[in-house]
């Protein structure tokens, strides 16, 4: 008796999954322009938020990265994008940005704390800053166009890179490589006696996390036609991410996932709008979460599902 | 060619002045309070903005904001120490923890200071002119404004110094500095000399920010570039050091007038190489132990 409805509730969860990823496969199909271009938005930030938490939730480590991914990613574009088939182009964004996060996680990953977190804010900046001077001192101009890509076919590359990053994830975070990771999160020095290769491990998920915003870089600047180093390394696309992970809670896979839709939208809707008052409450959200919320979203809704007494004899 | 590089080089400790009096702050922030506060910048925005308001509208001299960009920054900073930081200090687990959530508490402090500067004086760029007119030195020109904003700068790290090393609330900071666990049990009321320093280093940069109001234009969105300056030169000189702040300061100063002579898009480009250079080869600074 008991069993069954025990299996009913774990066939629900997938259940539920499977209808919505059916339901986004065909969006083009019935949604209107715009709802698809909202959703695309809005995955953009998830695939951003989510390859965030794969490295910094688990290991601690915060990281202002992700502007430098995101903006090489569009810059492969950029520059390739004439060249190149779109995939190709894709593949190049989420490839070099790989091999960017591993030569600087490899230097960097032994700074502790706030010290590496400072780090990646000066590397954005100091990508930025190069980029910009070299385009001005050799091309002669600032920015630069990206070929244009009708809006269904990013809505589907977003798609399949969001699909395979929440499996990447799910699947870290079941593996004895989450567990690792999470062991490093709550001592580096034990980890490490007990066998994990920290340094190798934190570099290669560092880098991991980097494929991901590389290639959304990628297909996101045939969306915005025209680039230049301030839009590209724009650090509103590293502090994003960490708000919306933090307010989501990085305990669940679905914390950073929550977070993300929760903030896209409100973009939306007050950004045009009142994007002052929009960034204000931005500010004040954070500060509650961090002091009354240090789990998010998440913690809250845990907290809510414990104590409802059907629940209890689930969780283990 | 003599004169060049005497050129160069007051130009760079004309600007290593404002920098170290921007990294002072910070430096007091993070080397006793522990908060890397990444709202400083937006403290030298009110205090330059401010000062702005004063001489525009009230058409009098910008030096007499001192008497309000200090004591209004201090308070505002010593009440966001007393209320955010002294309560995230006691739900913290550990130091590190704290460093963390400070840090990313300060970065909400950011949004929140900088939009409702957008909110009061929009983001249009301001500027005026006071004491504008050219000074001889070995044979090149400089603003006047450059050269009081550098005096000024000095005599406050040396006032701060000073401070630090004879009076005994400075002993209570030292203290606090090293080991805040014992500090409090020799009984300095550590909560306050944290928020005093959290207070003394927002001060700071808002007479900074009253300072570069006389030399560049100011506005809303100015301060993040200022609070990545401060770190660069902090990490530097060494985390809670005064002298170090001045060496950084003027060191970073004269580099970036160096580069600026050689080729001017680059000098930030090396601030943050020096920067991360230095991270990586020696993370506890010049002055650092």
Redesign the interface.
Known sequence: MNWSKLELRKARTPGVLLIFLILLATLTLYASPYTVIFVTSIFMYIILTVSWVIFSGPTGYISFAPAAFFGVGIYTSAILGTELPLPIVILTGGVISFILALFVGALTLRLKGVYFTIFTLGLVELSKHLLLWYEIKFTGTRGRFVVLVDNTTIYYILFIILVLLLLTSYLIRRSKYGLALRSIGESEEASAHTGVNVNLLKTFTFALSAVFMGATGAIMATRWTYVDPYIAFNLQYSFMPVLMSIFGGMGQLYGPVLGAVIFTMLEEKLITEFPYYYMLTIGLILLIVIIYLPDGLVGLIQKWQNRSPEKQHVTP | MLVTILDIVIAGLLLGGLYALIAMGLSLQYGVARV?NISHGEFIMLGGLTTWTITKSLGINPFVSLVICGPVAFILGYIIHQT?FK??YS?SASP?VF???S???S??????I???A??AWGPEIRGYSYLAFPVHIAGTLFGANRLVTTGFAIVIGVGFYLFLARTRTGKAVRAAAQDPTTAGLMGVNINRVLALCFGLGAAMAGIAGMLISMCYPVHAVMG?PYT?IA??VV?LGGMGSIPGSFIGGFALGLIGSIVTHF?P??A??AY??I??LL??LK?TGIMGK
């Open positions: 890397l955010l309560r995230l739900i590190s460093e963390s959530s840090m990313l508490a970065f909400g402090l950011m949004f929140i900088q939009n409702i957008l909110l993040m990545i770190i660069v990490a080729e898009g680059l930030l480009v943050y190489l920067f991360i991270l990586l993370p």
